[in-house]
C-alpha cells in the first residue's frame, strides 16, 4: 500500500481502562506572531468533544488507541486536507492527503509525506480546518516544496517527509490565520503520548487518535490507531506539548495496514530538511 542531502526544491492496542484527555497545547497562536493518500469507518466514535480555555480544540475522553471524529477548533485547524489545484473550486470528495503548518520564520510552512507532494507536475492547495467541502480559513497553493534526496532520488521509505511553503492571502501568512505547531525532531520514540490527525478519504471530516508510539526499527517509528485509511498520509503527530514529532508516511508509505500506521523518525535529516526550508529566500 502506498506508503539530506541535497533539497529538491520545487513547489494511525486500545489500553483499556485508561482514560486520557488529549488538549493540543498552543505551541506557535495564531495571535503571536498512500498509506493513504488517495462512508465513515465503523472505527470511527462519534462525539461532541469539548473545548478548552481560549478556544483550544480537545478530543474527547477516550481510550488511548481509539480512534474518534474530531470537532472544529482553533488546534485542529491547523491541519488540513490537501487537494489538486483543480478541486480548488470545487472541494467535497477530492481530497487525498494531510499536511498541517509548522512554524517557520515566515510563517508560512506545511509539513506533510514526501510521497503526497512528489509529482512536481502537479499543482496542490492546502485547505486548513477543511470540513465537507468547506475552507473555513482559506484555500492555500503550494509554492516550494522541499524533498530529501533519499526520496527524489530513490523514494527512500526513511526519507518520506517534506515541507512545503504557502502563498500569502491579503497580506497574511498561514500561520497568522491558524497558527502553528512546532516541527521537533529528536525527540525520543514514545516518550510521550501523541495524537495524530488526519483526513481518511472516506471520509469530509478528520480523525484523530492518541497512543504512545514504538519503534519499528532504527529508522521507523509505529502506532496503533485504528481506521486510519487512505488520505491519512502526512498526518501530523502531536505531543502534548504541540510539538510534531511524527509524520505519517515511511514504511510502505504509512503501513500495510488501516490499524497501524508509521512515521520515520525525526532525526537529522530532518531537521536538515527543515533547516532547508526556512532558510531558503
Known amino acids: 500500500m502506498e506508503r539530506t542531502a541535497r533539497i529538491l526544491v520545487t513547489s494511525r492496542h486500545a489500553l483499556l481502562g485508561v482514560v486520557m484527555m488529549f488538549t493540543l497545547a498552543s505551541s506557535v497562536s495564531a495571535a503571536e506572531a498512500g498509506h493513504r493518500s488517495s462512508g465513515p469507518s465503523s472505527h470511527v466514535l462519534s462525539s461532541a468533544g469539548k473545548a478548552g480555555p481560549a478556544g483550544q480544540a480537545r478530543l474527547p475522553t477516550q481510550a488511548l488507541g481509539a480512534t474518534v471524529a474530531v470537532v472544529a477548533g482553533r488546534q485542529t485547524a491547523r491541519v488540513g486536507a490537501l487537494f489538486d489545484a483543480d478541486r480548488a473550486d470545487d472541494l467535497a470528495g477530492g481530497h487525498q492527503c494531510t ?35 468547506h475552507a473555513p480559513y482559506g484555500v492555500w497553493k503550494l509554492e516550494h516544496r522541499y524533498l530529501p534526496d533519499g ?80 488520505g491519512t ?49
Open 99 to 133: 499536511a498541517s503548518v509548522v512554524h517557520s520564520p515566515r510563517r508560512d510552512l506545511v509539513v506533510t509525506a514526501a510521497h503526497c507532494v512528489s509529482d512536481t507536475g502537479t499543482d496542490l492547495v492546502f485547505v486548513p480546518g477543511y470540513r465537507d467541502g
Open 151 to 230: 526520496w527524489t532520488k530513490d523514494q527512500d521509505e526513511d526519507s518520506d517527509l517534506a515541507f512545503a511553503t504557502v502563498d500569502e492571502q491579503d497580506g497574511r501568512s498561514i500561520e497568522d490565520v491558524v497558527g502553528a505547531n512546532r516541527f521537533t525532531p529528536g525527540t525520543a520514540t514514545g516518550a510521550t503520548v501523541v495524537t495524530v490527525v488526519g483526513y481518511p478519504d472516506s471520509r469530509e471530516t478528520p480523525i484523530g487518535c492518541t497512543n504512545r508510539p514504538t519503534a519499528y526499527s532504527s529508522t521507523q517509528q509505529r502506532i496503533d490507531c485504528p481506521a486510519f485509511t487512505q
Open 233 to 281: 498520509s502526512g498526518s501530523p503527530w502531536i505531543n502534548d506539548a504541540g510539538q510534531v514529532v511524527g509524520v505519517l508516511g515511511g514504511y510502505d508509505q504509512g503501513g500495510d495496514t488501516d490499524d497501524v500506521s508509521y512515521s520515520v523518525t525525526l532525526r537529522g535529516e530532518a531537521a536538515d530538511l527543515y533547516k532547508a526550508a526556512i532558510s531558503d529566500p
